[in-house]
């Protein structure tokens, strides 16, 4: 008996514990930054779009609001600002003193989930240049599937008037669902120059390309260097040269001739020798785009690198609206074998799932027709009151405080009715801290919304009602009791079964009042009833 004893209390402690480190990690991890909430028309900055992060303007740290208001303070007119975007270089030039021409918001990341019905929401409201009725259903359709995919629940997508709207509790998300995220991969290749000019073939013709001020030269015409121009019916761009080395860009594919594998997602690995992590994306591509890319880079110059292995002097890189997601060099082996993968590299496992998902998306549900831009936004009061959520658990607590009492009046145990107490109390603890790190670690979205604190409720009653009855069948004792509180247990798993049932089929979509539901029937056939024999056997 004491090793059974010992293991239930074992398998109690791991799951507080896993428990406890979900919910004290939901508010350790919480991190707070400063983003962009709206760009001046008339800005010269560098790539920067609203949502993006600001960490420091001119070397100075940016953690509120009011550092940025100090730092963008101190410019002056047409003064050129260095500045970190997202972990990466940033800049703007002011366009008045004190004016960067975008200003910031503070937003917080981390701790709890909560449904717009308990906590507040943000209402965004997007216009489409030159759309019409067509275009904005597939705009809805295309932000719908994205909302889908990235498990955003209770994130409605409306068309009202010429606007798109979206209302969303997941305000970190909105610039993925509704970005354009035009997807187009291209090569970039790196020759030497010789006496001004390089060699460049594509396929099995070599062109003599001699770079100038502002004009290219190709076999003796000249081309302007800002214009895309063609080799053998590739499409190339004038990158830059840098001392001898000449780098071109050829254009592969865009996102309507790459097709995703329906059957893979997004898988994140991490590189033992380096440390970074790498996203996977499969694709399949059309027959043209692997003969251009065997065009390209069949007779590309190649390099020997550590350890083995040869590359060529070129990158495959990938753009989701012109910034780049991926930039990994070509190993020799692709010549004459097909792309059949999208892979990137960042700093964690997090930034890699994140872009990788972002990938994925733009392959799988394609690109919005239109850019939208975002013309307001508001926050909206949780659709619940206050009184009637506290109310909700007030019901629920002093229900289980009057089973408990009247329990206690007719038994006169007190070591049972305490660990009724106790063990409904560590029940509803451990549903909800499963249910945060269903969402904390496996990316399965559950919110804590109004449902989920009518399931605690339920838990606290049923859980102090079913101890009850099972520790009365063993002792055959009070029998006028338990006969009571079955019937009420009959009309709670009744309860139970048509709200579980109606979740599964989709009647209604509280999948985090299910998972409580469920997490609490497990906790109380499984651990809670044979602790409870356990702890109550011999004198009471």
């Keep these: 008996m004491k090793v059974v004893t010992y293991s239930l209390i074992s398998v109690l402690i791991l799951l507080l514990v896993l428990s406890g480190y979900s919910l ?126 990235y498990d955003l629940p209770q994130t409605r997508v409306e068309i009202t008037g010429s606007n798109i709207k979206i209302s969303t509790p997941f305000e970190d998300e909105i610039n993925s669902i509704v970005r354009q995220s035009k997807l187009r991969g291209t090569v970039i290749e790196s020759f030497t120059l010789e006496q001004g000019a390089a060699k460049i073939i594509v396929g099995n013709i070599a062109y003599i390309v001699k770079p100038g001020n502002e004009t290219i030269s190709i076999n003796g015409t000249d081309f302007k260097a800002d214009k895309p121009f063609q080799l053998s019916n590739v499409t190339f761009h004038f990158v830059d ?127 919005l027709p239109a850019d939208l831009k975002l013309e307001s936004q508001t926050i909206s009061e949780p659709t619940v009151n206050k009184t009637v959520l506290y109310g909700t658990l007030g019901v629920g607590f002093l229900s289980t405080l009057i089973v408990l009492g009247y329990t206690y009046s007719k038994t006169k145990k007190i070591k049972v009715v305490s660990l009724m107490f106790v063990m409904a109390m560590l029940e509803i603890l451990i549903s909800v801290g499963l249910l945060v790190a269903m969402t904390k670690y496996l990316n399965i979205t559950l919110l804590i919304d109004y449902p989920v604190l009518i399931g605690i409720s339920f838990l606290s009653i049923y859980s102090a009602l079913t101890l009850f009855v099972y520790f009365e069948g063993l002792e055959g004792k009070h029998k006028h009791i338990v006969v009571g509180y079955k019937k009420i247990m009959s009309l709670m798993n009744f309860f139970r079964i048509v709200m579980l049932g109606s979740i599964l089929v989709g009647i209604i979509g509280y999948r985090g009042m299910a998972f409580v539901l469920l997490a609490g029937f497990f906790l109380d056939e499984l651990l809670m009833k044979q602790l409870f024999k356990t702890l109550t056997s011999g004198k009471t």
């Design 241 to 367: 040269t840098i001392g001898p080395t000449l780098n071109v860009e050829a254009d592969l594919h865009g996102g309507e001739d790459t097709v995703t594998n329906p059957s893979s997602q997004v898988i994140v690995r991490k590189d033992t020798k380096s440390g970074l992590y790498f996203y996977y994306v499969q694709i399949s591509v059309a027959p043209d785009v692997n003969e251009r890319l065997t065009k390209v880079i069949r007779k590309a110059e190649s390099t020997l690198v550590p350890g083995g292995g040869t590359v060529l002097n070129a990158r495959l890189n990938y753009y989701i609206d012109d910034e780049e997601v991926s930039s990994l060099a070509i190993p020799v082996e692709l010549i004459g074998n097909e792309i059949t993968a999208i892979s990137g590299i960042q700093q964690t496992s997090e930034d890699a799932y994140k872009v990788g998902r972002l990938v994925y998306s733009s392959l799988r549900f394609g690109s």
């Design 24 to 149: 004290a990690g939901s508010y350790l991890t919480r991190s707070s930054s400063v983003t962009v909430g709206s760009i001046d028309s008339s800005s010269d900055c560098g790539p920067l779009k609203i949502g993006d992060r600001i960490v420091s303007v001119e070397s100075r740290i940016i953690r509120s609001s009011s550092d940025f208001s100090s730092a963008e303070s101190a410019v002056k007119t047409g003064d050129y600002v260095a500045m970190v975007v997202n972990g990466g270089p940033g800049s703007c030039r002011a366009l008045s003193d004190g004016n960067l021409g975008f200003t910031v918001k503070e937003s917080s990341s981390g701790g709890l989930m909560f449904g717009p019905d308990i906590s507040e929401s943000k209402s965004f409201v997007y216009s489409a240049n030159n759309s019409n009725s067509t275009t904005l259903a597939k705009i809805k359709k295309v932000i719908q599937d994205r909302i889908n995919f």
